[in-house]
Each structure stands twice: as C-alpha cells, then as structure tokens.
C-alpha cells in the first residue's frame, strides 16, 4: 500500500467560543486525515462541534472565535494565511454546501446568474464560455432541462433541485474538497437518497474529497469510508463506514447506535426498547457515557380488543387561495384507530399528512366527510359543544421549542389546561401536574421553570405532559421526534411507550421517517399526495408493500 | 481516546425506567438568559438616560416643595439674564417669572401628558391590533382601514383640531395626542398577533380547548410586550414633543406653566433674550433624548436575538 499524503489534516483543532452563552472549547483537540478521494464522515449530535469543524476548515467563523492547531490543506496552514489567500482557497479549491437549501440561494437572482458569479469569481472566462460551463455544470448534478432551469429563479425550484444547485454551484470550480454541512437533512427521504447518490458520483468522477457532516448514522455508514464520532468537541472514535454498526467499540458510538433504529434491523416495539445513551460528567470533568439497554417489555401487548375509537370517513379538504383556486390537500381519507392502537401515518412534505392531523384535532374544517371519536361526531360540532371533548384527544407537536409558550412557566401551563376543562380545585390540580410531571420523567422542580430553561428533549416532555395532563384517550403525535437528537429520540420514544401503557392511550403517529414509524406503530399508512395510498399491518406492510412508492420509500430509507 | 471510558453501568443505578431526568443527562439546557432587567444595566447610555429622567420625575413631583409660590407670578425684574442672580439662577422672563420655578412646575405638565397620551393610545392600539390580528378577515379590514385614517391624517393638526373645539384641558390634550398615535402600536400590535396566532403554541392551546379570551390575553399578548414597550417609550417622547407644539401655540391651560408656552413666550424676545426660548428648548432635547436612549436599551434589553449577540 502506498503512502499518500492527505488532502486535509486537522492537527489538534481548538475552537473556542469567546464570551456569550457557549464559553468553552466548542472543538477540543480533534485530529483527523482526508486522503484524495476519500469520503469522511463527522457524526455527533447537535453541540458536538461538528459543524463548527467545518467551518473552521473554510475560515467562516466569526473574529470572535479563538482557533489554535492546524488545517493543513495542500501544504499550508489555513488557519494562518492571509484572508486574501484564504479568498482563493474558498469556494476554488474547498466547496462547501449547507443544510438549508431554501436560504442559501439568493431569491433575486436567477439560477444560472448565481452559478455563474462561483465561476467568474475563480476564473477567467467570457461570457459565452461561461453560460456553457453553467449548463455544464446543471447537465452535471443531473438537473432535468438545463437550458430551461438556467433562467428560473430559486423558488420554482424543489428543495432537492435547489439542492443540486448548490452542488453545482460548490464544484464549479472542480475544487479538491468538498465539503457537505448536513446536506440532505431538510429533504425528503426519497430526495435524500439521490442527493446523496449524486454527491457519491461526482466526488469519484471529479476525484474530489468529501467532508461529510451529519448526525445520521445509518446515512454516514452508507456514504462515507471512514467515520468520526464526535463528541463535547472531542474524537470518541474513529472507524471504517462499515465497521460502524459491527466494530463500534467506545461506549457513545454503540450508545448512538442502539439508539439509531434502522429499518433493516427490524425492530419493533414490542420486541425491545430503544437503547438509550446518558453522558454526564464525573467529578473530575470527565464525560462518562452510560448505555442502558432495557429488557423487553413483558407488559407490552399488540392491542387486542378491536374496538374503534377513532373513525375518518371521507375526509376530504381543500385550501383556496386568494385567487379562489383550490389545493386538495386531503383528498378522501377513510380510516379507523382501534383503542390502544399506534396508528402510523407516513408521508413526505406536501403529502397532506399534517392538515390530516390538524383535521383529526378540529383546528382545520374539511370541506367534506366525518370524525367520529368514541361515536360521537366531531365534524360540525359548535365551539361550545366541542371545548369540552377536547379533553379526549391531544397533540404533540414537532418543534418543542414553538410549541410551548416561552412566557408561561411549566406549572402555569399544566394547570390552565385543568382549569379550562373545569377539573378539580387548587390542590387536586396541582397534585395532578406533579403527577404528570412524574410520569414524564421531569423533577416536580420543573413546574416553576419557564420553558428556556428545559433542553430539546426536555421540552419534548413537557409537551406531552400537557397532552396527558386531562388523560385524553387519543394523541396525534405530528413528528414528535423529528427535531431531536438520537439518543433523545430514542428516550422520547420509548417515554412514548411507556406512557401509552400507562394511561391506556392510542396514537395516530405522523413522521416523514419510516424507521421510526415502524418501531412506534401496530399499524402503518402511507400517504402521498393527498390521498392514502396503502396501509397495512407493521410487519407485512414493509415485507410486501404493494404500491410502488411504498417500495420507492423503503429502498430509500434503507 | 478509543478505549472505552465505561463499558457499562447497572442500569437501576443510572436510568431508572422513566427515572427522573436531570439537566445533564438530557444533554445541556440552553445558556441560562440573562436577566432583561441586568442587560439594560449593562447599556451604559441608557442608564444615563434613566437616571437623567429619575431626576426630572423627581423634579416634576416635589415641584410644589421646591418652588412653593406660583410660578405665574412676578417675583423679580423683568428680563435678568441667567446666572446672574444666585436667587434666580436661570434668570427671569419678561414678566419677571422665575425660569427655574417654570421648568420645574413645566416638567409636571410635558411628563404627564407624554406618559398618560402613550398610554392612551398603547392601550386603543393593543385593542385595536389584538382583535384585527387575532380574528383577520372583515374585522382586520375595518379595524386597519380606521387605523389607515388615522394614520393618514398629520397627528399634529388632529390634535390641533381636537383642542380647538374640545378646549385645552389636561384630558383633551392627552386624548387628542394619544388618538393621533395610536396606529403606530395597532399595527404592530396586529402583525405580532397574526403571526403569533398561527404559532404551534397557540394552535396547542387551541387544540386543548383555550377561549379565545384566554388565548389572546394569556397566550398571545404578553408575548408581543417587549417591542410595544419598546415603541411606548418612542410614543412618550413624541408626545412630549406634541404637547410642547401644542402649548407653543396657546393651546394650553394658561394657568399652567409648560416648556412649549414658555418656549412661545419667549420667542418674541428671541433677538434680545434668546435664552429664554434655548433653556427650554434644550430641556426638552435632554428629555427625549433620554427617553430614546431609554427606549434603545429596552430593546436590546427585551429583544432576545440582539440581547445574544450582545
């Protein structure tokens, strides 16, 4: 084997956050190679320094920011050249796309216009040679019609073309490295695994590198050759992609894992709980990492008693638009949900799915068709006589940060819940919140916090804590773990679990990832486009989908 | 650095089943905020400008200690120029009125008619804004089309109008201020709600079963506060200046002392006692200034994106 000398070689990065909130090495000694060609996955979670990495390699983070150590990239230190060389290096020889690719393009400019500036800022072309590399480049990160595409602006594209936009845009100048900030985490499943397929190709065509970021670790196994757990700043691990999931030895990379659920892993519920990661520091400053991996759940049973409790019958819903043309968002949806039943609701963005949920919650009129909720018609029901059966079906929302009013203290907002439904006095409402409180894993101390002082997953409890907090019979949960970190999903999860055993609830549980939704659920449906295609029983749904996008999403996902 | 730290811990000891969670486990809660009152603290210009209106309130409240005679009444000779006199520091007025004694019994009227006005028209545009924002539709349409007229129409000469026939009463003046206002907080008031109405926080309690009373008043409004305070401080500086255009012209009680009518008063003798318009004047720069450098530190203080970054 020869001996090459690395494209990238980070020697002892230190990055510190100066002042503010997040004092601290964001970044503590990490060390790692990229050799040509090579695709290197960072993997953490959030906070982890991951992303602070990479943008410490294109030199974007703020003054303020203390850096010390080496990014040796083609023989010079890039943390201490000059910026008008750091100018020539950045977006010429490293390209680098982001997570968001909605914000990242101007709206203003038309596609090939954006395109064009990467290249004229690089290299010396006229205006001819130019507009031929620019559909060169579309041609390239195989964007359908690129004579037309050139002129369009950014919002008649689709996240995932806007997406390959930026791709073109970052190897227009057939840079040596590239570097991917979680590319495909504000895509769609399907999108994702082309975006990701197309980055492959084009890091072998054009002998690039690639610096992937991510917190996915079935993505990085799949798309990368080696990979780097982070962690606090530091390195846990490093190890080749296809170890990940055998070889892992460190305690956070096989906590990670056991909390990853993977489709083909076959995992279900009932057969075991997530596995769930807890770091914490000992007395010395050290992080210890604890893995609990519980034993399966004896109480656990499929629901056997098939009485409805939820039924949809030909909901269909449409939103008119200032102009009087209508969008059908739900277009004739039947379904029931059985009483401690988890019901799963798959589907992309734009599949319906949550105007579906917001229908289910009496938050949105359908233009036509019925809800039943333990026999009784929802649908049509004045204000008056539907606040006092909301007690009987709740929500928890994706985003714990919008979704609790940063104003109320936790405390406050269980017990306004009581109060509107009239339940009990002072004492019994307040012995009721720290029952919830209990239930859901929070100390009782957290009922005088405002919302601010929680972390995501935190939050994420004190959410569904006011969903149980008036013991309602159904929760529609709208990606309630979506925005999570993994070790925090799978927490969420299994509290999920837990508490459907303990309050005897049903779920209606909506994600965009099939993974999750096949762990979670006793049933599963796939929704696209308005209508829902195929459901069926959580084990034959994926053993034998029947329609073609149900196996488009499996293939996907897998 | 591979070799593990902890293979692995009895789990009863570190996560009971559905245990209680402490903030380390569940990775770190966000930076504890600091304070909104210690951010204003820390905006030197705007403490100054709290201390210098401190000082003026105080000032405006024990006038009637500090200076116990009339101030309307002639105390000394006409026309003696400032810090000449160690009894009359600021000289006197034509009429041989104490300028000193007018500032402070002056200040009573500005500060009370630029507070009472903002809060006039904080509390017809939290009104207005809240109902317009939170139902939309043809309530949002009539609402902002009055508001649209009011706002269309020069404050200035609405309140001008309004004294005219209503009479130069402290309550006239501040309605008539306090209504040509009263748009610049309705729509903002109104945009906070409509946004904040489609929040998934409002939608939760929504879902739960909240009135619409309870969701507006506890769930929506104390959130839209920060940046009404923000402008109320705006509003009070504004109206000062209103009130003392207002008295600048007569319109004003002429039993009560204002800076805008000594500013009128001395304005005939600008060429030959000009410090008698200027001292006035001036006072009425330092108070708005203040009142701005006030409103400037509210808003870093209040506003949580500028408060991070700061």
């Known amino acids: 084997m020869t001996r090459q000398t690395p494209i990238l070689s980070i020697v002892d990065l230190k990055v510190a956050y100066g002042g503010g909130g997040r004092a601290g090495n964001a970044v503590n000694g990490l060390s790692f190679d990229i050799m040509p060609g090579e695709a290197v996955a960072l993997v953490g979670e959030s906070g982890c320094g991951k992303s602070t990495t990479a943008h410490a390699a294109m030199r974007l983070l703020p003054d303020t920011v203390a850096i010390s150590g080496g990014i040796r990239f083609q023989g010079r230190n890039l943390i201490e050249i000059p910026e008008a060389e750091m100018e020539a290096i950045r977006g010429n020889r490293i390209g680098m796309i982001f997570q968001e690719p909605m914000s990242s393009l101007n709206p203003v400019y038309r596609i090939g216009h954006q395109i064009a500036e990467a290249i004229r800022h690089h290299q010396q072309l006229d205006k001819i040679q130019v507009r031929k590399r620019v559909l060169e480049l579309l041609d390239l990160v195989q964007l359908p019609e690129p004579q037309r595409l050139i002129d369009a602006y950014p919002h008649q594209l689709s996240g995932g073309q806007r997406q390959r936009v930026m791709i073109a845009m970052a190897v227009s100048c057939m840079p040596d490295l590239l570097i991917a900030d979680e590319p495909t985490t504000a895509l769609d499943a399907t999108i994702q695994a082309q975006i990701l397929e197309l980055l492959d190709k084009l890091r072998r065509e054009l002998s690039m590198s690639l610096l992937l970021i991510s917190h996915n670790l079935p993505l990085v196994a799949r798309w990368a050759d080696n990979v780097i757990v982070m962690h606090h700043g530091e390195k846990m691990e490093a190890l080749a992609a296809s170890d990940l999931f055998t070889e892992a030895r460190h305690p956070y990379t096989r906590g990670l894992q056991g909390a990853s659920i993977r489709l083909d892993e076959n995992n279900h519920y009932l057969q075991r709980p997530l596995a769930e990661i807890r770091s914490y520091r000992d007395s010395s400053g050290q992080y210890q990492f604890a893995l609990n991996q519980r034993n399966a759940r004896e109480k656990n049973r499929p629901p056997t008693a098939a009485t409805s409790l939820l039924r949809v019958e030909g909901i269909t819903i449409d939103y008119g638009d200032k102009r009087g043309r209508l969008t059908r968002a739900v277009d004739n949806v039947s379904f029931e949900l059985a009483k401690a039943e988890t019901l799963g609701l798959v589907g992309e963005s734009g599949s319906g799915k949550s105007t579906l949920s917001r229908a289910i919650m009496q938050l949105v009129r359908p233009t036509s068709g019925g809800i039943w909720l333990d026999g009784v018609k929802l649908t049509g029901l004045k204000d008056r006589h539907l606040t006092p059966l909301r007690r009987n079906f709740q929500m928890i929302f994706q985003d714990p940060y919008s979704s609790l009013n940063p104003r109320r203290s936790v405390g406050d907002m269980l017990e306004t819940t009581l109060v509107v439904h009239g339940v009990g006095d002072k004492v019994e409402r307040q012995a009721r919140v720290r029952g919830i409180l209990d239930s859901v894993g929070l100390p009782a101390t957290a009922s005088g916090k405002y919302p601010h002082e929680f972390s995501g997953g935190q939050r994420q409890r004190i959410a569904i804590a006011r969903a149980l907090v008036i013991k309602p019979k159904l929760v529609v949960c709208d990606e309630p773990v979506s925005a999570l970190d993994v070790s925090v999903q799978a927490q969420v999860l299994n509290l999920l679990v837990d508490l459907r055993h303990e309050f005897n609830l049903s779920y209606l549980f909506i994600s965009h990832d099939l993974a999750v939704v096949r762990y979670i659920s006793d049933r599963v449906m796939v929704m696209k486009d308005a209508k829902i295609i195929e459901s069926g029983d959580h084990e034959t749904i994926w053993r034998s989908p029947q329609h073609a996008y149900t196996r488009q999403l499996i293939a996907a996902s897998a | ?310």
């Not at chain 2, 017809?124 to 269309?152: C, H, K, N, P, S």
């Open chain 2, 1 to 310: 650095m591979n070799a593990p730290k902890i293979a692995a811990i009895p789990q009863d000891i570190v996560c009971p089943a559905n245990g209680v969670l402490s903030a380390v486990q569940a990775g770190a809660p966000q930076p504890e905020a600091e304070p909104a009152w210690k951010a204003f603290l820390r905006h030197r210009s705007a403490v100054a400008g709290a201390v210098t209106l401190l000082l003026l309130v105080l000032a405006a409240l024990f006038a009637r200690l500090l200076f116990p005679d009339d101030p309307l009444s002639t105390v000394a000779a006409a026309v003696i120029p400032p810090f000449q006199l160690s009894a009359y520091p600021l000289g006197t007025d034509p009429l041989g009125r104490d300028v000193l004694a007018g500032l402070v019994h002056g200040a009573r009227m500005s500060l009370a008619i630029g507070l009472l006005s903002a809060l006039v028209s904080v509390f017809i545009g939290v009104v207005v804004g809240a109902i317009a924002g939170y139902f939309g539709g043809w309530v949002d349409d009539v609402l902002m089309r009055i508001t649209e007229l009011f706002q269309t129409t020069p404050s200035f000469l609405l309140a001008v109008v309004i004294v005219t026939i209503g009479g130069p009463t402290l309550s006239m003046i501040t309605f008539a201020i306090g209504v040509g206002s009263f748009p610049t907080i309705a729509r903002l008031v109104r945009a906070e709600f409509r946004w904040l109405r489609v929040s998934d926080f409002v939608t939760a309690a929504r879902s739960q079963g909240y009135g619409r009373l309870r969701i507006i008043w506890q769930e929506i409004l104390p959130n839209t506060l920060p940046p009404v305070i923000v402008t109320t401080s705006v509003l009070i500086a504004s109206s000062i200046l209103t009130e003392a255009g207002l008295s600048f012209l007569g319109l004003s009680d002429p039993n009560v002392p204002t800076w805008g009518s000594m500013i009128g008063n001395g304005r005939t003798m600008l060429q030959d006692a000009w410090y008698l318009t200027a001292i006035p004047g001036g006072l009425i720069i330092v108070t708005i200034l203040a009142i701005n450098l006030i409103g400037d530190g509210l808003n870093e203080a209040l506003n949580p994106r500028l408060r991070n970054n700061g």
